[in-house]
């Protein structure tokens, strides 16, 4: 997929670095500079780690979440003496490495403390939400985030079962939830507890909230023809995303559109290469130096 940024130099921002693949991918086009983010100590670790041991020099990796992308940019930026971003890129959601670290408590297939947090530092735990939060909230954020149709019952449950014992592991939260759903649909492809445990995600992290503050300040670094990836794996990010971007079209001030109408999806080698890339969706937007027409040609009539 960074296909899309091929052959362009300039300054770079990777707001999820992750296992470092794609800021690695950017710092090898010819004149780049990539700023990267990320908040989890482990991908920290890791991150600088592999930085020193490829003496990379054009990768800026910094301790924070892309909520505080502003600031970050305005003083790489100013480094590098730009005005602005020729690309950015977010690949949303979990890792490879949340999923396979079982202490993390993001997956239901080890047990594990119920924390889920991608920077332990700071914010509730999954476990405090569950043992603190009224029924009522526990059911709105299973079925906000999650979509769970039995949103209610399994936040019934959970009320019920905390005055007994507190709710602390992934294996007692996906029990838990298997026994709401009826016996035929208990032990599916699909495990009952998956959408609930990504709304705990979601919502444990801020992702949607820092996602919807995030995406209008990066856009609004782009310098012109600058491109703007975000890689989304469900259905809430790529929503948003595709909301969000819709809306950029129509502000006069900041002429940014879709390279195409539908999402990028990953290419058969890809998905070969990485499973979990399947699900994956890309939007891109390009800020241009006009104002989009019917007439996709009228811009060059302008100028004559």
């Known amino acids: 997929m960074l296909e899309h940024f091929e052959n362009r130099p300039g300054l770079y921002a990777d707001l999820t670095f992750g296992a470092g693949g794609h800021s690695l991918a950017l710092s090898n086009i010819p004149g780049a500079q990539v700023l990267s983010f990320d908040q989890d100590p482990d991908a920290l670790k890791n991150g600088y780690q592999l930085i020193k041991d490829k003496k990379i020099d054009n990768i800026t990796l910094v301790d924070s979440n892309f909520e505080n992308f502003e600031l970050h940019a305005e003083e790489f930026l100013k480094k590098h003496n730009s005005d602005g971003f020729i690309g950015a890129l977010m690949d949303l959601g979990v890792s490879s490495h949340h999923f396979d670290e079982a202490l993390r408590g993001f997956s239901f297939r080890?047990?594990?403390p119920l924390d889920?947090?991608?920077n332990p530092r700071s914010g509730k735990s999954v476990a405090e939400i569950l043992n603190e939060f009224d029924e009522e909230d526990i059911a709105n954020i299973i079925w906000e985030y999650g979509?769970?149709?039995?949103s209610r019952k399994i936040a019934r449950v959970i009320a019920h079962e905390r005055k007994t014992a507190p709710i602390e592991t992934t294996t007692?939260?996906?029990?838990?939830i298997r026994g709401c759903y009826p016996a035929a649909k208990r032990f599916g492809k699909i495990h009952p507890a998956t959408k609930t445990f990504q709304a705990l995600r979601i919502a444990v992290n801020r992702e949607l909230d820092v996602?919807?503050?995030t995406l209008p300040r990066v856009a609004s670094k782009l310098v012109m023809n600058g491109r703007f990836a975000v890689?989304?794996?469900h259905s809430l990010e790529d929503?948003?995303?595709?909301i969000i971007f819709k809306d950029f079209e129509s502000r006069e001030e900041l002429p940014l559109y879709k390279t195409s109408k539908k999402p990028i999806l990953p290419s058969p080698r890809e998905i070969f290469e990485n499973s979990r890339s399947r699900s994956a969706k890309m939007r891109l937007l390009e800020r241009i130096p006009y104002k989009r027409e019917k007439n996709k040609y009228a811009h060059l009539a302008n100028k004559e």
């Open 147 to 150: 979509e769970e149709k039995l």
């Open 231 to 233: 890689i989304s794996f």
């Open 172 to 176: 007692q939260l996906a029990e838990l």
């Open 211 to 213: 996602l919807s503050d």
């Open 110 to 112: 080890h047990e594990a």
């Open 239 to 242: 929503r948003l995303a595709k």
């Open 116 to 118: 889920m947090r991608m």
